[in-house]
Nanobody, 122 residues
């Protein structure tokens, strides 16, 4: 089992920045990838970005490319989502998730956090 806990959400104005943190614990050695997702009201959950832990390669959804950056601190089992130039449409609950290799191959994330609210006012 891997536990993930997000933090860092809040209320910001359009154009401002926010950094989300994700703390992973438990059997983290089995984790192949970490991802960030978000779900806005009345919308389906969508992929924001992810990082492959073996080589630190990162992937982003088109609408956040150039604005959001994923980084990690391996020693602390932390993953971060730096969000710049925030827009009102970025308002959502943001989730951190961990995928095992099996999960990754099946396009699934195995472990999820509870989410943290990000609200961007115009």
């Amino acid at each position: 089992q891997v536990q993930v806990v997000e933090s860092g959400g809040g209320l910001v104005q359009a154009g401002e920045s926010l950094r989300l943190s994700c703390a992973a614990s438990g059997r983290t050695f089995s984790t192949y990838a970490m991802g960030w997702f978000r779900q806005a009201p009345r919308k389906e959950r969508e992929f924001v970005g992810g990082v492959i832990l073996s080589d630190d390669s990162t992937y982003y959804a088109d609408d956040v490319k150039g604005r959001f950056t994923i980084s990690r601190d391996n020693a602390k089992n932390m993953v971060y989502l730096q969000m710049n130039s925030l827009k009102p449409e970025d308002t959502a609950v943001y989730y951190c998730a961990a995928a095992s290799l099996t999960g990754w191959c099946n396009h699934e994330y195995d472990y999820w956090g509870q989410g943290t609210q990000v609200t961007v006012s115009s």
